[in-house]
C-alpha cells in the first residue's frame, strides 16, 4: 500500500506512516480522524493494518481528538496506535519533516488560499501524496499550474476538491457517462440540500472561503488568461447555459447557477481525459436547486447583501468576525450540531444526454437522455470525511490505476479507472441510474 512517490514501502526509504491527517484538531480534521479510525477497522485492512498519525501545532489538542474519538468509536487502542506530528503551516521545515515520514497528507487546514500552499509545497518536494478538501478554484487551478511538472518529477499525487466539493459532481459526471451506453456529450447537474427539524449551520471556515473567493474573481480570470489553455472541443450539440435565475421543469424548482468549484472541477477532468486519454469531452454546467418563490426571494435578498458587504475590505473584515450575524445564523463559529448533522443529506441530480451507438455526435441532434442521482448524508461534516478518506483509501491501494506518472489532479482525473465509485457507494454516497432511454 505504498504511492510511486516513495511511500511506506516503495522505492525510497520507509516511512513510519502511510497517512498523516494535517490539521486533525480542527473542526473539520476531528470528523476526518473519525471517519479514518472508522475505516481503518473494516475488514479490508484486517490483514494489513494502516500506520497513521494526527498532525498539528498542539499536543494536546491533537491527544484529545483522538481520545474523542476513541470514546466514540469504541476503540480505547487509538490512542496508542495512532502518531501524533508537530508541525505549523507557518514553519516550512517542520511541514517537510511531517512529509518525510508519511506517504500520504490528508490536508484539513483551509482556507487553503492561505493555508494550502506551504503544504503542496512540502509534499511535492518530498514526494509525499497530498489529498485536499478544498473547494477554491483559484487555489486549485493555481496549484496545478505552479507545481504539476514538479509533482510529476517526485512521484507525488496532488489532489485536491476530495471532500463535498467536488468528488460528487466530478465522479458523478463519469458514473453518468459510464451508465450510457454511446457517447455521453452534455451534462446538467442541479444539487438540493434537506435539512431537519432543527434547521442546518456551517463552519465558518467555509464561510471565509466564500468571502474570499468572491472578492478574488478577478485574479482567477487572470490566472486563467495566464495559463491560455485551449478550449475544449464541443462534442455534439452545444449545451445551452440557463440563465441566471430559472425555473427547471425537470426538479421542479427554481433554480440557479451553483458557484462552487464543480464545474471548474469538472472541466479539468475532462480536459485531462480528452488530451492525455484521447476521450471525449463531457460538456458540463452546474446549478443549484433553491426550492419555490419564498426560496428564491430569501436568496435574492441574502445574496445582495453578501455582495454588498464581500466587495470592500471593511465589509470582508466584519463579515468574517461576525459570521452568525451576516449569514442569518447559517454559518457560525460552532458549526452544526450532531443532532442537525445527523438530520441532513444532500442529493445531486444529472441530465445527461448524447449519441446511442453507432450514431455519430457529427450528424443530427442528441438520440439518448439518461439521469443518474448522487445522494449523501449531511455534506460538509459527514459526506467530505467520507469522500476523503476513501479517496486516500483508493490512492493507496490502486496505485496501479492511478496515472502513470505524479501531478496535480482533480479526484475525476486521479481516479477514473479504478473502484472509488464502488467504495463511496459502499460507504453511504451513492450513485444511483435514475432513468434512461436508450435508442
Known sequence: MATRGGGADGPCRPRPYQVAVFGASGFTGQFVVEELARVVSEDEFRDSSLRWAVAGRNRQRLEGVLQRAADKLGQPQLTLDVGIIICDVDDPASLAEMCKQTSLVLDCVGP??????????????????????????????????????????????????????????????????????????????FLSFKSGPEGTRVHDGTWQSAIHGFADQDKLRKLRKQVGYKPLPVVGAKLKRRGSLFYSPEMKKYSIPFLGSDASVVKRTQRHLHECLKESPVQYAAYFA???????????????????????????????KYPALFSFGHFTKEGPTQKQMDDASFSMTFFGEGYSEGQSPDQGKPNVKICTQVTGPEAGYVTTPIAMVQAAVTLLKETSSLPQRGGVYTPGAAFSKTTLIDRLDKHGIKFTVISKAEA
Open 290 to 320: 433553491v426550492g419555490g418563490l419564498t426560496s428564491v426571494i430569501q436568496l435574492m435578498f441574502a445574496g445582495l447583501f453578501f455582495m454588498l458587504f464581500a466587495k470592500f475590505s471593511f465589509g470582508r473584515h466584519l463579515m468574517i
Open 112 to 189: 487553503y488560499r492561505f493555508y494550502g500552499e506551504p503544504v503542496v509545497k512540502a509534499c511535492v518536494e518530498n514526494g509525499t501524496s497530498c489529498i485536499d478538501i478544498s473547494g477554491e478554484p483559484q487555489f486549485l487551478e493555481g496549484m496545478h499550474f505552479k507545481y504539476d511538472g514538479q509533482a510529476a518529477e517526485t512521484g507525488a499525487y496532488i489532489i485536491g476538491s476530495s471532500g463535498f466539493d467536488s468528488i460528487p459532481a466530478d465522479m458523478g459526471v463519469l458514473f453518468t457517462r459510464n451508465s450510457l451506453k454511446g457517447t455521453l456529450t452534455a451534462v446538467e447537474s
